[in-house]
C-alpha cells in the first residue's frame, strides 16, 4: 500500500526533517504545481485556510486545535475557517465540500479515519485546491490528491511502548488488554501493529483482550470495566491515548485496585493530565505524539503559496517518558 510505505519511510526528527521537507524555490519554475492564490499578486492578502478537525475527543486534540488556531491567525496572513466534525467522517467530507464551495486557496485536515476520501479529495484536485493532511494518514492509492502529510510515525509509537512493556515488565508473564483508538483510524491501526510487532518475540507477552475506547476517557473507562469484569488477572493495559488510560484509571480504582502497583498502565500522547498520572506512579510509560503542528502546518502552506515544493511525507519528532522524566518536564510542559 502506498501511504502505508510513505508512512514508514520515517526520516530524523522534528525541526530537522521539516526544514528538509520545505524546498523553498520560490520563483522557480513548475508554474502548475498547486499554490492556487486568492486573485492578484496577493501583495497583502490574507491566505485563506478551511480546516475540518476530527472532533474534541482528547485532551491531544484540545491542544492540536489550539495550536492550530493560535497559528494560523491574521496577523501572521492566514484567513482560517475551522470546523469540528465530531468524529463523524460525514461531517468531515461536508466540511471539506463546503471549503471547496467557497474557494479557499487551501484545504488541511485530520481525517478521522483512513479509508474512503478519495472522491472529495478528487473534487478538490479539479477545484484546484490543494490539500494538506495533517495528524492523520489516508489510504487513498492516489497520493498526488494531497500535497503532504505531516505528523507523527504512529507505527514507531507503538513500537517503542512495546519496546518499553517488552524489557521493563516482560521479564515475567503478563497479561495485557489494549484499548484501541478510533476503528479504522490510522493511529488505532498502526498503534495496535507496532506493539504486537514490538512484543511478538516475548514469550511472557500475551494481549488477552483489545476492544476500541475511541479514543476517549468514558469510552476508556468503559471497556476497562468491562475487562476487568471478564478477566481477573490483568498486568498492564495498553491505551493507544492517555485519555482512555486516564478512565482506565478510574476503572481500576472504582475496581478496588491500585493504578500503577496491581495493574499497570502505558500509553501515547503526553498530554498534561496522562504526564501528571505519570509523574504520580499511576502510569508506568508514555511514549510522546506531539500535537503542535499549527506551525508546520502554517509553513508548508507559506511554502507552497511562494511557489515552493513540500516533501509528501514530514514526520514530526516525538520524545518518551518514564515517571522520573514527567516529573522533570511536568513543569514546562505546553500542553
Ligand atoms: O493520539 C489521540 C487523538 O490522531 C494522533 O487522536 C491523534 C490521536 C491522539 O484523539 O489522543
Redesign the pocket.
Known sequence: MVSKKLRTRSFAAGIAVLALGLGACAGSSGSGDGATSSSGDGGGDLISVGFSQ?GS??G??AANTKSIQDTLTKDAGFDLSFSDAQQKQENQIQAIRSYIAKGVDYIAF?PVVESGWDSVLEEAKQANIPVILT??AVDSKDTSLYKTFIG?DFIEEGKRVGEWVSDNLGTEPINVVELQ?TTG?A?AIDRKEGFADATKDNPNIKIIASETGN?TRAEGKTVMEGFLQAYPDIDVVYAH???MGLGAIEAIEAAGKVPGKDIKIVS??GVKDGMTALSEGKISYIVE?NPLLGPDLAKIIKTLHDGGTVEPRIVTHDDAFDQAAAKEALPTRQY
Do not use: K
Request: glycine letters at 6%; proline letters at 5%.
Open positions: 476530527v475527543e482528547s491531544w486534540r485530520s495528524d492523520r507523527s483508538g483510524s493511529p479514543f491515548n492517555d485519555d501515547i500522547d505524539c
